[in-house]
């Protein structure tokens, strides 16, 4: 064998020696340099809904991320609970997670604050992360009032009767029953001695229009001084009248479940523009904001509603 076969053969012997791919060639996946970040799904939530926040740090291996609270006090925002998730490990990259999940409690935009991660390394060593503010908006469950603090927050509470437990409703409607028979014997007597003087001396209620015709007048005072006030007793007004009047449930309705409501037949050509006046209403006593000519427009819708009143008095009463 010549020199140069000889030469070559132990450039092939030293050449399989070495190293497939060592560290440091291009070839070689080198350890990630710790990091961290924070990701919110979804970045806008509704009034009340849940967003998840995930606070991921990337390190090399056998590194351990020291426990750490969410940030406290974030505007507009429940905390509800964290969870740290199982280490994903990939080679030499480690994932170890926290999942914190937030309710939107007032609308407005908020954020997400700066954290500060505390990560040791497999030889006591410990170094600080930092995570960027995100961004966060919670809105109004209603499209049509994006500033709206709360849904329906002038809502009336129903009368207490209306709430009586079902077993004293049981317990009353039994001892009425076994009043009532000892009450027939009296009732001629009871009636005779009313249309003789009790009933006499009672005032007699007022009429439905005539109240509500008052209180859009008490509204229309107010309004140049509290215009928010006046939309908010004006659409009280006008709700109050059509129950007492027509007999629907609208005293206690929001105006959405008024729209699915189904009116009786003397009302139905006339429902839209109750509709409408409520709409009106709602559109400038929601706003959490100042509206532009909010008093001018309470006062047309005021107006609408005194109208729609006025149309709908009996024709014998009006008289």
């Known amino acids: 064998m010549t020199r140069a076969a000889l030469a070559l053969v132990a450039l092939l012997l030293a050449a399989c020696q070495q190293p497939a791919d060592p560290a440091g060639s291009p070839g070689a996946a080198a350890p990630p340099t710790p990091r961290a ?38 505007s507009g925002l429940w905390l509800l609970d964290a969870e740290t998730l199982p280490v994903e490990r990939s080679g030499e990259r480690w994932t170890q997670r926290t999942r914190i999940r937030v309710r939107g409690r007032e609308i407005g935009a908020t954020e997400w604050p700066r954290m500060r991660i505390d990560v040791d390394g497999p030889e006591g060593e410990r170094s600080v ?39 004293l409703a049981a317990a009353a409607g039994a001892l009425g029953a076994l ?21 006499a001396a009672r005032p007699a209620p007022a009429t439905p229009w005539i109240d509500a015709l008052a209180g859009l007048d008490e509204a229309g005072a107010v309004l140049d001084g509290d215009w ?46 109750v509709l409408d006046v ?27 509603a005194r109208r729609w009143v006025a149309g709908s008095i009996p024709p014998e009463s009006a008289r």
Do not use: C, K, N
């Not at 908006?137 to 079902?166: G, I, M």
């Not at 009043?179 to 009933?199: E, L, N, P, W, Y």
């Not at 006008?238 to 037949?265: D, H, K, M, Q």
């Open 129 to 167: 992360l930092e995570t960027e503010p995100r961004p966060l908006e919670v809105v109004s469950v209603l499209p049509d009032f994006p500033d709206q603090v709360a849904t329906f927050r002038y809502r009336l509470p129903e009368p207490a009767a209306s709430r009586a437990p079902t077993a």
């Open 179 to 199: 009043a009532g028979v000892a009450a027939v014997a009296m009732a001629r007597r009871v009636r005779r001695q009313r249309a003789a003087g009790v009933a």
């Open 37 to 74: 970040a924070v990701s919110i799904e979804p970045p806008r939530l509704r009034l009340g809904d849940v967003a998840t926040v995930e606070v991921s740090v990337v390190t090399p291996p056998e590194h351990h991320v020291h426990p750490f609270a969410p940030p406290a006090g974030i």
């Open 228 to 273: 928010r006030r006046a939309a908010d007793s004006a659409g009280h007004t006008l709700r109050r009248y059509v129950t007492r009047r027509f007999g629907l449930p609208l005293a206690f309705s929001t105006t959405e479940e008024a729209a699915v409501l189904a009116p009786p037949f003397g009302l139905a050509s006339r429902w839209a523009d």
């Open 278 to 304: 409520l709409r009106a209403l709602d559109a400038v006593r929601f706003q959490r904001r100042e509206v532009p000519e909010a008093g001018a427009r309470v006062r047309d819708a005021i107006e609408q």
